[in-house]
């Protein structure tokens, strides 16, 4: 005998979310405007670094290993400034929501972002939430077909619009431009404007609140950020039940505020009630306080039924206290921890960045032979000595070597020890350094050594400490 298990996967349930106009509504249409336009807008911002680099404002520079932001350029060594800013995201991340919940996933999630896009065509081409569900709910027809093809379209023409941008980060975006269109792009570029378009237009159209609900770990961790103090979205239900329709019957004056329009239920984009208390498909965008809002003003009753309320306060308004003031909420000391680590991590990145020199070098001594025995019995070690130039153009390098024994100082390819180094490039030089014959740093088996080079231009130096290896006898 076979026992029957439930599914742990709800087949989706289309959202038809309504519109909504309100605070809340207008601060999203602001963030979505403002954060699309950087994506797009981004690529095709120019800088002026000089002749021989990049003039794309942000570029991240596969081919050649660079991150060009703005002023800033990044080489592969250097990638703790990208590990840094991660951190500092992530510790950003925990302090919005110990403040304030889920405010990431609510207003700048890109799901949420785009969704928000999708959603405005949809209503754009279909009608609001009663003509959407109609049309669902109706037979195929030439209508329904034309509707549909028209969103679809335009769904992903967005999601066209959106993987283009995207490898536009990573070449120069008018180049790039001019050989998509002419189909001389690289074919790795096709693919992924491929990838990012059917991508795009699934996720935004068809697993909006899924990708939410199954994909994103977050809802998962956000518990383990939020407490009793942290402002959420949330409903007064010590205000608004019992609930009813408040007709005038007997007994209506015993109900609450909520006079069970749905309307919150309504203009959620996850489909969720936020009576039924906290939950983890809620991301906390505030619509619904928009919904209720509106609601609570058309029948004369004071907002704020459904709003941003920390659980802790619960019990003092009960007792027809005041909530504590929101700074009390924010200023915590778990939050000030997050804010000392958030700004410790940022003025670190800050002070590298400042101190970090024009010029680098590396030395890797070769030691396959350690060292070699010239005909007149001079000992000669040679040593790979990488440069790196971060200026613009480029410069001239001097190679030079100190000791406590006299030691001479050969540089491969050149007469007189100088080295030119193309601009933002570094360079591979190999250096012979030399002890004369029956000195003390022949005969010894090591000897201390620094080798330097000098850009000659600005007189800045760089050096690295080594040895060098002698005979032993």
């Given amino acids: 005998m076979t026992t029957k298990t439930d599914s742990l996967y709800a087949p989706r349930e289309p959202v038809f979310p309504r519109r909504v106009s309100g605070y809340f509504r207008t601060l999203k249409w602001w963030i979505m405007a403002v954060t699309l336009a950087i994506y797009y807008v981004t690529p095709w911002i120019r800088w002026d ?5 990049p003039d794309q404002a942000v570029l991240v520079d596969l081919a050649d290993r660079r991150f060009y932001f703005f002023w800033i350029e990044i080489w592969p060594h250097e990638f703790y400034f990208v590990a840094g800013l991660l951190i500092m995201a992530g510790l950003g991340l925990f302090l919005f929501t110990a403040a304030l919940g889920r405010v990431w996933c609510g207003y700048t ?12 065509v949809e209503r754009w081409i279909e009608g609001d939430r009663n003509a959407r569900v109609r049309l669902h709910n109706a037979p195929w027809s030439v209508r329904k077909a034309r509707l549909r093809a ?6 992903m023409l967005i999601g066209l619009a959106t993987g283009g941008a995207w490898v536009f980060y990573f070449t120069d975006a008018p180049t790039l431009a001019q050989d998509l269109l002419t189909f001389d792009a690289a074919p790795v570029a096709y693919m992924t404007i491929a990838t990012l378009t059917a991508t795009t237009f699934v996720f935004g159209g068809f697993m909006r609140e899924q990708v939410c609900i199954y994909m994103c770990p977050w809802p998962r961790i956000q518990g383990a950020m939020m407490d009793e103090d942290t402002l959420t979205v949330a409903y007064r239900d010590w205000r608004g039940e019992p609930r009813g329709k408040h007709r005038k019957a007997a007994g209506a004056e015993a109900l609450g505020d909520c006079i069970d329009c749905n309307a919150c239920v309504n203009v959620c984009p996850m489909g969720i009630d936020i009576r039924d208390g906290q939950q983890m498909a809620c991301i906390t965008c505030a619509l619904c306080i928009d919904a209720c809002d509106d609601v609570m003003a058309k029948t004369g009753r004071d907002r704020g039924l459904i709003d ?4 802790s306060d619960a019990p003092r308004e009960i007792a027809g206290g005041k909530p504590k003031p929101i700074w009390q909420h924010v200023l915590r000391p778990r939050n000030v921890v997050y804010t000392a680590l958030w700004a410790a991590v940022g003025l670190g990145l800050l002070f590298a960045l400042f101190i970090r020199p024009e010029i680098e070098m590396t030395v890797a001594p070769v030691r396959n032979p350690t060292f070699v025995t010239l005909s007149d019995g001079t000992i000669r070690n040679a040593y790979d000595v990488r440069i790196r130039n971060k200026h613009g153009e480029a410069r001239e390098f001097a190679i030079s070597a ?4 006299p030691l001479s100082v050969e540089v491969e390819g050149s007469v007189d020890g100088k080295v030119e180094v193309s601009a933002d490039t570094q360079a591979m030089q190999r250096v012979y350094v030399s002890a004369p014959p029956e000195s003390t740093a022949a005969s010894a088996e090591r000897t201390d050594l620094r080798l330097w080079v000098q850009e000659l231009q600005s007189g800045a130096r760089a050096s690295v400490s080594t040895t060098f290896n002698g005979s032993g006898q």
């Fill in 49 to 53: 670094r000089g002749p021989a680099l």
């Fill in 109 to 120: 999630c890109p799901q949420t972002v785009w969704t928000d896009l999708f959603i405005l």
């Fill in 150 to 155: 028209t969103k679809w379209t335009v769904w």
């Fill in 308 to 311: 941003y309320l920390a659980l």
């Fill in 402 to 405: 100190t000791a406590e024994a």
